[in-house]
């Protein structure tokens, strides 16, 4: 008895090491007439406990049973949740050869409450059954891995037309893009060289500005130094002729007081000169008179035609004059006539000396009008110069100016100049960068056109691969059908499993396509 139960139980762990697949279809024979033949549903179920334990494996297809907490998460996704103590429970009751795992069988035994000694020994496939089910699991596994060929190829080909398809679109429009770009760079290129030209004119134009500029600060300087020159040399010039005018002013004074001396005693000389000759006229008329008296007086005194009265004393006064003494008359004439020659000769001379007094005092006059207009000149020529001096320190501080202006121009036009070569570089740098990017564009353009229209090839070769899976899936189907339509024997579940396996792979192949299919078989019975 023991001797048996340890074969049992070595047949029930050499079960459980099996695939889940295989644990699953070995359950389905031994119990397909009691629980799976009238239960579609309940097959089902155990194809989709099978699916979940295979997902819930690291080991996948090739695990065959699955450790505490895995067999938890089963529970969980089947709606079975238990508590960490009812868990335990669960395992200790399902873990048969009590290695802490659950295998699937495990859980089939415990899920439909079968005996486990039962089922390791429960008849499976006949021979004969077992080799046309291997042809046609062959078929059908050619047919599903065809199937998965075409689905995949198919599913790439589809992700990779979209993909290219949508890269050719955006490297389209990348390239438009690009070419805006470019476009957009050339332009500014263009701008930036012409502002770059129009900066290195007026940097030109500045420095001729700061040249002409320096050149009219040097003029400047000299015709302010010039003109400063000028209005000292009009200032001492205006200095001398002003002294010049002050001594002849002086001289003048003194001419003209020699002048009216010259005068006063010419004056006096002709003064004394007209009172002799007044005096001499008065002689000279006394003696008139005198003789004119006695002329008169001897004619009366021999007029016989007179009485004798009259004429004795017309001869009596003659004689009375006659009496009188004339020498001093005579004498006070020729003296006065002597002082009147004296006189008008001194007269004469004074006035020619008064004419050369008064001819010098006018030369002076004349010198000091001239020292005068002379002075007046320097005043003038230096107010002029002053003038000219101040007008060319104007000059010079404005040239000054300017040249400073020039120079800050200069600067500021330099660094414009600069910066527009700056910028024009720049602006050159990124239209060689738009350019190539806009060629780079191009190219991935035309490698996206490539990889779409390989897309569209691979699509196609796709296309032909399902046309290749179908005609697997024709005779996978067709060897089914006779498996399926013999009567009822070992490996029903077998049967089933692979029939389902069937439908699943059917699910990758295209609905018009499983379609012509079954159209096809139709035509065919």
Known sequence: REDTMSMELELLKKLSAKPYKEQCIWFLNAYWGKFFKEDAKMTESVWKWCDIFQTLDPKKKKGCELNEFDAHRFLEQIGETLSVKDMREFVRDVDIDFNRKVSITEYLVCRFK?????????????EASKAERAAAQKAVAEASNK???????????????????????????????????????????????????????????????????EEAEKKAKSAETQAIATEEKAKKNETEAKAAEDELTEAELQAKKQANIARAAENESRKAAD??????????????????????????????????????????????????????????????????????????????????????????????????????????????????????????????AAREAANDALIAASDAREQATKSAKAAEKARQNADETKAEAKKSRKAADDAKDAAVESRKAADDAVEVALKFFAEAESKLKEILEKPSGSGQGANWWLNREFEEAKKYMPKSKLKKLAKELKKKM
């Not at 001897?298 to 001869?315: C, P």
């Open 114 to 126: 079968v005996e486990w000694k039962e089922l390791v020994v429960a008849p499976q496939d006949d």
């Open 147 to 213: 199937a998965e060929e075409a689905r995949k190829a198919a599913g790439e080909a589809k992700e990779a037309e979209i993909a290219a398809t949508k890269a050719a679109r955006a490297a389209a429009e990348t390239e438009e893009e690009a070419v805006r770009a470019a476009k957009k760079a050339a332009e500014g290129e263009m701008i930036a060289k012409a502002e770059e030209k129009e900066a290195k004119a007026a940097e030109a134009k500045c420095v001729t500005t700061k040249i002409l500029a």
């Open 275 to 400: 009172e002799v000759k007044i005096a001499l006229e008065k002689v000279l008329a006394e003696e008139k008179k005198y003789k004119t008296k006695m002329e008169s007086l001897s004619k009366k005194s021999k007029d016989t035609t007179l009485g004798t009265v009259k004429r004795n004393t017309a001869a009596n006064q003659l004689a009375q004059l006659k009496a009188k003494p004339t020498l001093s008359l005579q004498t006070a004439k020729i003296t006065l006539s002597a002082a009147q020659k004296r006189a008008e000769k001194a007269a004469a001379k004074s006035g020619r000396e008064t004419k050369k007094v008064v001819a010098a005092a006018a030369k002076v006059t004349a010198a000091r009008e001239d020292a005068k207009k002379n002075r007046e000149a320097a005043q003038a020529a230096r107010a002029v110069a002053e003038a000219d001096a101040k007008k060319a320190t104007e000059s010079r501080k404005a040239s000054e």
